[in-house]
């Protein structure tokens, strides 16, 4: 498995479900800023993230829609070629580490939420470095 990192806004509100095993998982969409197109137009990814156990959790109770959140985890690369013949390489996120750093504009709360990682002392600082990124 590959590891990544991610930044970008959360696009819908993460929805929390229990496994048949009783384990939590919750599944949410991230926003990533892919640069310019042939025509000048920004590029925006998706990416689906999913969060497992306390992660999920902590990403259910804490992480809204148009937050900005860094992500640490296992990249999960699928490559399809659907009827058409066209090639398709998708790419989700197993969450290791999940940390907000922005709320929503709508949201007034400010930055910097905390964060939740299964290694303690795991930490992604917030800093004004993201404060220039396009999205």
Same mark, same amino acid.
């Given at each position: 498995?590959?590891?990544?990192?991610?930044?970008?806004?959360? #696009?819908?509100?993460?929805?929390?479900? +229990?496994? !048949?095993? %009783?384990?939590?998982?919750?599944?949410?969409? $991230?926003?990533?800023?892919?640069?310019?197109?042939?025509?000048?137009?920004?590029?925006?990814?998706?990416?689906?993230?999913?969060?497992?156990?306390?992660?999920?959790?902590?990403?259910?109770?804490?992480?809204?829609?148009?937050?900005?959140?860094?992500?640490?985890? #296992?990249?999960?690369?699928?490559?399809? +070629?659907? !009827?058409? %013949?066209?090639?398709?390489?998708?790419?989700? $996120?197993?969450?290791?580490?999940?940390?907000?750093?922005?709320?929503?504009?709508?949201?007034?709360?400010?930055?910097?939420?905390?964060?939740?990682?299964?290694?303690?002392?795991?930490?992604?600082?917030?800093?004004?470095?993201?404060?220039?990124?396009?999205?």
């Amino acid at each position: 498995m590959f590891k990544g990192t991610l930044i970008g806004r959360v #696009g819908q509100a993460p929805t929390l479900r +229990t496994t !048949k095993g %009783g384990r939590n998982v919750t599944n949410f969409n $991230v926003a990533h800023h892919a640069g310019k197109d042939d025509q000048g137009n920004d590029k925006t990814v998706w990416v689906p993230v999913t969060a497992w156990d306390q992660r999920a959790d902590y990403a259910a109770n804490s992480i809204r829609k148009g937050d900005m959140v860094y992500i640490e985890g #296992g990249l999960e690369v699928s490559d399809w +070629t659907d !009827k058409q %013949g066209e090639r398709h390489i998708d790419i989700a $996120v197993s969450a290791q580490f999940l940390k907000i750093l922005a709320r929503s504009k709508n949201d007034g709360q400010g930055q910097s939420q905390g964060g939740y990682s299964a290694q303690p002392g795991n930490s992604a600082a917030a800093d004004d470095s993201f404060a220039d990124l396009p999205f």
